[in-house]
């Protein structure tokens, strides 16, 4: 996946000023950066997602298998299915069961799958919940603790079996051991998954990350190797945020 | 140094110490507290007494002439004989009219407005002239009614006729109940919906509407007890007075409840005053039981969303 020269806009707020980026496959990226400096915003453009806000406006170009999903004959639904995302507080759907949400995203497509129980049982695994709710799977999705939860809306984005999981802060809302528990999985997930995931917390980036790249006022500042960025920063900037300088 | 730290916290101890205690003791201010309380619960029981007053008076009145009869008899030019079953009927017909016509287009108008208007000068015009509609006397729309559906669309002086005059009369209340709904749906169950690839028309049909079912539904339900009471409106469409036979279609003549009452209590006779108040009852049980079918409903359907 490869992004050139993303811009954002909220309303007349130019929040992301032309980000070139290219993410490799099958490995985790992370984004760090201060609050505001537009890391949310640059994943919410990897799946079309920045745009439903309204008065929200991108422009530039995100490669997808060599497809640019901005261009005039996408559909951006479509997108958002190759393209699945997590978000910062757990949202399952309260009106539906552990087994309805991971399936969620089937039935919202439209797609029946000829074996649904197959389904939920390899995303659950995948996600590493179903040892925990192999038996309670037609209890409420809200029943669940926080990192449950997470972990429930972790399965329901790969339930799709997406190309790319965008993570936006997915573990904000998280205490230390649910926190440890994500982070064990995205590090798992890697080897299926190209995996993008924004943390506020370099502790979190240094641990999971194969590279980083740190943002700042809505500009690239450096990217590369995560050994590198958090040992040998070439930019003062990055330098000072990682020692904790600034942010 | 010490010597100069330890004076400094020496001075500041006997500073506290000249200082009166904090003050925990009550202060002047319960007397207000107390009246102002009084008030409030004055406030309450005054409409409360005047609603069981109401009814009680007219309970009282009612008793002789409550009796299974009552509901199933046609009215009569001899009061004691006289009973409200072609009224019942054309209430019941009313509601269940009046509902399949509200409920669609309501939530059809709040939809709208809420998911797909884009915000901006006309939006906030119809928001406004619904705000409005709310508040227009139910007489206008029984004018409105009479012209469009009688005479317009010739439709008569039919239960249909009625029913879409009462239905244009709450669109506005079943659109406001239905738009607080929407809203209490938050934005972060929508974005999950769109993430995975559901455009909006999904998104409202399996996350939204299911969770905002039990608001609107309970919106809906008070807005036609609401309507039940209507009486101004259907007697400007026509609704007739004295109906000695059951509306068999929906474009058969027709009586309420509040026309049969309003009938009654501008006889002369006295006996067909306690027929009136024997109405007042049965009318103000159904709204009492509408009500309380809302709150059953909404507690129900609640209980199957999870927070």
């Known amino acids: 996946m490869r992004a050139e020269n993303i811009h954002a806009w909220f309303g007349p707020t130019h929040a992301l000023k032309g980000v070139t980026m290219s993410i490799v496959d099958r490995q985790v990226t992370a984004i760090i950066g201060p609050s505001g400096c537009g890391k949310s915003t640059f994943v919410r453009c990897l799946n079309r997602m920045h745009e439903v806000v309204p008065g929200a406006r991108v422009e530039g170009k995100v490669l997808l298998d060599g497809q640019n999903i901005y261009g005039t004959r996408i559909n951006p639904v479509r997108v958002r299915r190759h393209v699945g995302m997590v978000f910062q507080k757990p949202n399952p759907f309260p009106t539906m069961t552990i087994r309805e949400n991971v399936l969620a995203g089937l039935r919202l497509n439209g797609q029946s799958s000829s074996d649904p129980e197959h389904v939920v049982e390899t995303a659950l695994k995948q996600a590493a919940l179903w040892e925990e709710v192999k038996d309670t ?17 972790i399965a329901r984005a790969l339930a799709l079996e997406p190309d790319v999981l965008l993570m936006d802060e997915p573990c904000s809302a998280l205490d230390p051991i649910a ?47 995560t050994d590198v960025i958090f040992t040998r920063p070439q930019n003062q900037r990055t330098e000072d945020y990682i020692t904790g300088r600034f942010g | 140094m010490t010597s100069v730290s330890a004076e400094a916290d020496t001075a500041a101890l006997a500073m506290r110490a000249s200082q009166p205690p904090v003050e925990l003791v009550s202060g002047s201010n319960g007397g207000v507290e107390r009246a102002f309380r009084a008030i409030c619960l004055l406030a309450i029981l005054l409409p409360l ?127 406001m109940a239905s738009r607080e709904a929407l809203r209490t749906v938050p934005r972060s169950l929508r974005e999950a919906c769109f993430a995975l690839g559901a455009d909006r028309w999904q998104t409202l049909r399996q996350v939204v509407l299911p969770m905002c079912m039990p608001g609107v539904l309970t919106g809906v339900i008070l807005s036609l007890a609401r309507a039940i009471g209507e009486t101004a409106p259907l007697i400007t469409i026509g609704a007739l007075t004295y109906v000695a036979f059951l509306p068999d279609s929906i474009d058969s003549p027709f009586t309420a409840l509040p026309i049969q009452i309003f009938n009654w209590v501008s006889r002369p006779q006295p006996e067909f005053h306690i027929n009136a108040a024997a109405g007042i009852v049965v009318l103000l049980a159904l709204m009492l039981m509408m009500n309380g079918a809302a709150i059953w409903l909404r507690t129900r359907l609640r209980r199957r969303i999870y927070w």
Request: aromatic letters at 8%; charged letters at 15%; hydrophobic letters at 50%.
């Open chain 1, 137 to 153: 799977l037609g209890k409420s999705g809200s029943s669940l603790s926080g990192g449950q939860q997470q972990r429930l809306c």
């Open chain 1, 179 to 225: 926190t440890a528990r994500i982070e064990e999985l995205v590090h798992e997930l890697s080897s299926k998954y190209t995996i993008v995931i924004v943390t506020h917390n370099m502790q979190q980036a240094a641990r999971v990350a194969d590279f980083t790249a740190f943002f700042y006022q809505g500009e690239i500042v450096e990217y590369g190797e």
């Open chain 2, 49 to 175: 007494m005047l609603l069981v007053l109401l009814f009680g008076g007219a309970l009282i009145e009612a008793i002789p002439r409550l009796s299974w009869d009552f509901l199933t008899s046609y009215p009569s030019r001899r009061a004691a004989a006289a009973g409200i079953l072609p009224a019942l009927v054309g209430s019941a017909g009313l509601m269940l009219l009046t509902a399949v016509m509200a409920i669609p287009v309501g939530l059809g108008a709040a939809i709208y407005l809420e998911e797909y208007a884009k915000p901006g000068k006309v939006t906030a015009l119809i928001e406004l002239n619904i705000s409005n509609l709310a508040g227009v006397p139910s007489i206008i729309y029984g004018l409105l009614g009479l012209e469009v559906f009688v005479r317009v669309l010739n439709l008569g002086r039919s239960l249909i006729a009625g029913a879409a005059t009462l239905a244009l009369l709450l669109l506005p209340m079943v659109i």
